[in-house]
């Protein structure tokens, strides 16, 4: 089964409520959520207290996508917020066996994030842990960027790597994601999309969710 994953990063947050109920409106079942430190990343966007804002709304599979520094001091506080997935970043952490194990141990999904220069290789020893490896198509920090190619060839690699390891494996793609992309990822491998601006742009949610399934 593939997911869209629509990115509140680029909700309108003066009506996230609103836009919220229009995802669940439109049966999407999973949405993503991009935390940023400004340290891991060059810029800053929401914490815990967003999610647990929302959290009452909706039903859906919050996907929480951390891109800060040293996130294990973090797990605790984002799955009372009401996680259900969270990912880090491969970069971002000294001991990533003992932060997976460790968001585990709440009962809660664990992905692991590669950036667009890390090689899927990185994944090898860890990749029977994860529920979710989330290949990230531009680089992280802001969006609207434009895909980079050869991140198709990477979803490729990890679905091959996953096949006799852990066939169930979830593999997300974040950035650039349009309706010139979406097939594109899908082909590759990816079965969970996450899409920002092509999800909320002009405010058409519901007309732009239904342009982009159309195409997976």
Same mark, same amino acid.
């Given at each position: 089964?593939?997911?869209?994953?629509?990115?509140?990063?680029?909700?309108?947050?003066?009506?996230?409520?609103e836009?919220?109920?229009?995802?669940?409106?439109?049966?999407?079942?999973?949405?993503?959520?991009?935390?940023? +430190?400004?340290?891991?990343?060059?810029?800053? %966007? !929401? $914490? &815990?207290?967003?999610?647990?804002s #929302?959290? *009452?709304? @909706?039903?859906?599979?919050?996907?929480?996508?951390?891109?800060?520094?040293?996130?294990?001091?973090?797990?605790?506080?984002?799955?009372?917020?009401?996680?259900?997935?969270?990912?880090?970043?491969?970069?971002?952490?000294?001991?990533? +066996?003992?932060?997976?194990?460790y968001?585990? %141990? !709440? $009962? &809660?999904?664990?992905?692991?994030? #590669?950036? *667009?220069? @890390?090689?899927?290789?990185?994944?090898?020893?860890?990749?029977?842990?994860?529920?979710?490896?989330?290949?990230?198509?531009?680089?992280?920090?802001?969006?609207?960027q434009?895909?980079?190619?050869?991140?198709?060839?990477?979803?490729?690699?990890?679905?091959?790597?996953?096949l006799?390891?852990?066939?169930?494996?979830?593999?997300?793609?974040?950035?650039?994601?349009?309706?010139?992309?979406?097939?594109?990822?899908?082909?590759?491998?990816?079965?969970?999309?996450?899409?920002?601006?092509?999800?909320?742009?002009d405010?058409?949610?519901?007309?732009?969710?239904?342009?982009?399934?159309?195409?997976?």
């Open positions: 089964m593939i997911n869209l994953a629509p990115s509140i990063l680029s909700a309108d947050f003066s009506k996230l409520g836009d919220i109920r229009k995802l669940d409106n439109s049966n999407i079942k999973i949405v993503h959520i991009d935390i940023m +430190d400004g340290m891991f990343v060059p810029n800053i %966007s !929401f $914490g &815990v207290p967003i999610i647990k #929302i959290r *009452p709304l @909706t039903k859906m599979i919050f996907d929480v996508h951390l891109m800060i520094e040293n996130p294990s001091r973090y797990i605790e506080e984002f799955v009372k917020s009401g996680a259900d997935i969270i990912t880090v970043h491969y970069e971002s952490d000294k001991h990533i +066996d003992r932060t997976l194990n968001i585990k %141990s !709440f $009962g &809660v999904k664990a992905g692991v994030a #590669i950036n *667009p220069a @890390t090689p899927v290789s990185v994944l090898k020893n860890i990749i029977g842990l994860l529920d979710m490896v989330l290949i990230m198509s531009v680089n992280p920090g802001y969006g609207g434009k895909y980079i190619e050869y991140a198709s060839e990477k979803i490729s690699e990890v679905k091959e790597m996953s006799s390891v852990n066939p169930d494996l979830m593999i997300e793609v974040d950035g650039g994601i349009n309706c010139n992309t979406i097939a594109k990822v899908v082909n590759a491998g990816a079965n969970v999309i996450v899409a920002g601006s092509a999800v909320f742009k405010g058409k949610i519901t007309e732009n969710i239904k342009e982009l399934e159309e195409l997976i």
